[in-house]
């Protein structure tokens, strides 16, 4: 056997390890009680369902109903009325697309920032926790390549011609590690 091959059976069985400590922090993510943690811990006053989507209209905003259906793993129908919802809380409004008039994009209220605003401020607690027994390159090291696998799994879907959605805007280093919507 190569010495290629045996460096391949190591990768794939990384691969797998992996791909099962992905299935677990996406379970833990989007689970509804996390989403209730989340909100708790926040001390804001929003339905569950409701809070994801706002996070996501903040983070991408102005975003398209479409796309955030998309993004969330949601029917376009659930998200238009869950945003239609947080749109008559006046945490979001709607806004013309500069390239197609007919399109109305989701943008965040002041109101709806001020509520993301405690999010993070939440996430950032709970980050803190799960980290405290880190070493600080450690967490730059997990952020880094992190960020990499990302934009190489958007490539990979790329050239596989899996339908394209837009890159999320590179968070800057602050030093201050939080767990991710």
């Known amino acids: 056997m190569s010495n290629n091959n045996v460096q391949n059976t190591h990768i794939v069985t990384l691969l797998r390890e992996l791909h099962g400590s992905l299935i677990e922090i996406v379970g833990i993510m989007n689970s509804p009680q996390r989403d209730e943690a989340m909100v ?3 001390g804001i ?3 569950r369902a409701l809070f994801p989507l706002l996070v ?5 905003g102005p975003i398209g109903i479409v796309e955030l259906a998309e ?10 009325r869950q945003i239609a919802k947080l749109d008559s809380l006046g945490l979001v409004g709607r806004q013309e697309s500069p390239q197609d008039r ?3 994009m989701v943008v965040i209220t ?5 509520i993301t605003d405690r999010i993070d401020e939440a996430r950032q607690r709970i980050g803190l926790a799960i980290f405290a027994s ?3 390159q450690d967490i730059e090291n997990l952020v880094r390549l992190m960020g990499r696998f990302s934009r190489d799994v958007r490539q990979a879907a790329d050239l596989l ?6 890159e999320m805007a590179e968070p800057a280093m602050s030093g201050q590690p939080g767990v991710a919507e």
Do not use: C, I, Q
């Open 40 to 42: 708790k811990e926040a």
């Open 45 to 47: 006053s929003l339905d």
């Open 56 to 60: 996501m209209v903040e983070r991408l």
């Open 71 to 80: 993004r969330a793993g949601r029917d376009y129908t659930t998200v238009s």
């Open 102 to 104: 007919r399109v109305r």
């Open 110 to 114: 002041d109101s709806g920032k001020a």
């Open 134 to 136: 880190w070493e600080e």
């Open 161 to 166: 011609g899996e339908p394209h959605l837009p």
